[in-house]
């Protein structure tokens, strides 16, 4: 079902709710119009309008929530399955590579090989708990766990830096947040592609900790007061010529905005870009 043809039923069914109560109104009036006012009439009339609005509201909402709460049933079930099949073949490449490897070590060559399979398997593993997250995330509310800031930082910087690109500057301890972990983790990794993408390869990016703001510092092209402005629009894009769609701020902000995350960027153009998180409500 489309959202436009949902929304329609939506509003049909508010207009007939409308009209049913203006008729049970309508009826009120005539009966006590012709009864008399009493308390009395009053009470039996106000009590059998309440039941027959509850039980016509009763009615509309089911029709209008059952076919969803079917939907996402059936979404879960199907994503569920789907998950499953996809999660088979990529435990059997992590398990098969990891006994070739055994077997190989002298093999120079082929343990460079298979060292790609395993770098690309990792990869593939990190984009199936990212699907699962996004199709879990549309169904229910993600539950928020306790999370080591430094190691989940260190975690994602080790895995940037097998590019073998810029260098990484890390001064973060181990302070505690409560967030969506795999969430947390695809903002942090949004930025961390961002500082390397509009950076040179031999610039370092600047990861630090600072009370409970987190800064993510590069010395890469920098914005203009006009690109700072548009930074947080979807599809927008600094430098056309990088690779990427233009949706990773977009979704930052997102992030940030539900978890009461407050994020600021400062640029100058040719100097570089700060990005400040101030983790004040997810530290716990």
Partial sequence: MHLTDHKKKILLAALGYFASVAILLSFLYWFLKNEGFSE?????????????AAGWGYIISSHLLAPKAELDANLSQLSSEILH?????????K????MLKKRLKEEEKSLKRLERIEASSDRLERLYEE??????????PIEKEEVLLGSLLRE???????????????????????VDRIGFEKMIDNLLMNAMKYSDKDAPVRVILEENILMIIDEGIGMD???????????????????????????????????????????EKGKGTDISLDLGRVHV
């Fill in 40 to 52: 009395k009439n009053f009470l039996i009339a106000g009590l059998l309008v309440l039941l027959l």
């Fill in 85 to 93: 099949e996809l999660n088979i073949p990529l435990a059997t490449i």
């Fill in 95 to 98: 398990a098969n590579t990891s």
């Fill in 131 to 140: 699907l699962a997250y996004s199709i879990k995330k549309e169904i229910h």
């Fill in 156 to 178: 994602r910087i080790d895995t940037f830096e097998s590019f073998k690109r810029n260098r990484f500057e890390m001064n973060v301890n181990d302070l505690t947040i409560r």
């Fill in 225 to 267: 007061e006009t690109e700072l402005v548009k930074v947080y629009e979807r599809y927008y894009q600094g430098d056309s010529r990088k690779e990427g769609e233009g949706i990773g701020l977009a979704l930052v902000k997102a992030y940030c905005d539900a978890e009461g995350i407050e994020i600021q960027i400062t640029s």
